[in-house]
């Protein structure tokens, strides 16, 4: 199947467009065009140039003097004030503290023209289509390859990127804007060439997406599960965890990998994951046991009848509703120990990380966690817990101290419970089934 491939606008977070570039061709997912605006255009030209080593190599080591030539006062403002601000403030901003018309963009035109060939692209199997705006004629523009002029793709490319804090951006007489003041997510520039099978890259940027009247598409959307940092955000760890993020996401979203928070593969079979699944919902050993029903708010647990429908309950608000039992047990428990995300786990490999988690923040803060004073504290501030994010410590304290009371605390039991989020009583419940012997 032929799919055309949409790009959004957002800066330095376009980052992540390379990273789903990179699943798509380890998929082998047919691109023959890619539309973008902004940054989405021009990395659509890296990509109908086909050079996806180089577009990371670039991206993972891209800094701010490879785009703008700026002073180094304003750069240290940069460094430490403006990566904070949001895209509206630093238009703002540049505005202000910029003179001569605005950032000038000389040394990303260079590196345009130093690695961006127009008679590579112009041969490409692979068809590039961008939009910008005219301001000279107060219209939106919307060109495929075969309608830009020769000799000035990457004068259209700029064109599709000349933010307003930008200085102005002229071919031939016509000052050009953003596109993404037009279209952010050129959809229907691809539509319009008879394309109907589509995949979509919104980045979290500004713009406006102009909606498409046409039906019977078949649109797969590709969104970021994370946030992306600033519109010119630098910073070098930054782009690789974008491109990794893209990565990722792109392969999930195809089937490839599972998983909700994390990425799991389950294509090969996992005994240690098979173990756990069906395990799950059995009555526990010794005093263990009589705990569950506590946790779990039921009277009494015989057999996974008894055991399934509070856990469905409890999954259900969550984000992880109707998503697998077991595989959705081990990501919640992962998250609530800030297990690292952006890799790819076998389910006994994250079971592994988990187990590896618990037993390190035991050993390393086990008279933090058996502090007195901190168990106390839960409850005199039970209204903060809903608001203040849980800490992996503050969870294995939780934890520590709820399988340590006997089960004749029931009183104490009941008012702890009573104060843990769905996450965390499903978190205490992946423990104790993967601590069973």
């Known amino acids: 199947m032929e799919y055309g491939l949409v790009l959004g606008g957002g800066g330095t977070m376009g980052s992540y467009e390379i990273g789903v570039w990179k699943a798509l061709k380890e998929l082998g997912i047919n691109i023959t065009a890619v539309s973008g605006t902004s ?54 901003t540049f505005r202000t503290l ?16 130093k690695y961006i060939c127009e008679d590579r692209i112009r041969k490409s199997p692979i068809k590039l289509g961008l939009v910008t705006i005219s301001l000279t004629d107060l219209k939106p523009i919307e060109l495929m390859i075969d309608q830009i002029p020769q000799g000035k793709l990457n004068d259209y490319l700029l064109a599709s990127a000349a933010l307003p804090a930008f200085k102005k951006h002229e071919i031939d007489g016509t000052v050009f804007l953003d596109g993404g003041f037009y279209d952010n997510l050129p959809v229907k520039l691809l539509t319009s060439c008879g394309y109907e099978n589509l995949i979509t890259v919104s980045l979290m940027g500004f713009g406006i997406k102009t909606k498409t009247k046409i039906k019977d598409l078949n649109i797969i959307n590709i969104d970021p599960s994370d946030q992306l940092g600033g519109v010119l955000d630098f910073t070098p760890n930054l782009m690789r965890r974008n491109i990794q993020l893209g990565y990722l996401d792109t392969l999930r979203k195809f089937g490839r990998l599972s998983g909700f928070c994390y990425y799991i593969d389950l294509e090969k079979e996992d005994s240690y994951y098979a173990r756990f699944s069906e395990k799950l919902g059995n009555p526990l050993k010794g005093e263990v046991n009589k705990k569950l029903p506590l946790l779990l708010g039921v009277d009494s647990i015989e057999s996974k009848f008894d055991l399934i429908p509070p856990i469905l309950n ?45 037993n390190n923040l035991i050993q390393d803060n086990i008279q933090l966690i058996r502090s007195t004073d901190n168990i106390t504290s839960i409850f005199k501030t039970p209204s903060e817990l809903s608001t203040i994010p849980l800490t992996n410590l503050t969870f294995m304290s939780y934890y520590m101290y709820f399988i340590s009371l006997q089960t004749s605390s029931v009183n104490l039991m009941t008012k702890l419970v009573s104060l843990f989020s769905p996450e965390t009583v499903l978190s205490i419940v992946t423990l104790l089934y993967l601590t069973d012997k």
Do not use: C, H
Not at 51 to 68: G, Q, R, S, Y
Not at 98 to 113: V, W
Not at 323 to 344: D, G, Y
């Open 39 to 92: 940054i989405g255009a021009i990395n659509g030209a890296i990509i109908a140039q086909n050079d996806l080593e180089w577009a990371i190599d670039f991206w993972t080591n891209v800094k701010i003097e490879d785009v703008f030539s700026i002073d180094k006062e304003s750069l240290e403002k940069y460094n430490s004030e403006w990566v904070r601000l949001d895209f509206r403030t630093l238009l703002s």
């Open 314 to 358: 409890l999954l259900n608000r969550t984000k992880y509703k109707n998503k697998s039992i077991p595989l959705s047990l081990l990501e919640i428990t992962a998250n609530q120990l800030n297990i690292e995300r952006l890799k790819v786990y076998k389910p006994s490999e994250l079971i592994r990380e988990i187990l590896i988690a618990v």
């Open 98 to 113: 910029l003179s001569d018309g605005g950032l000038d963009i000389g040394p990303l035109k260079e590196n345009m023209n």
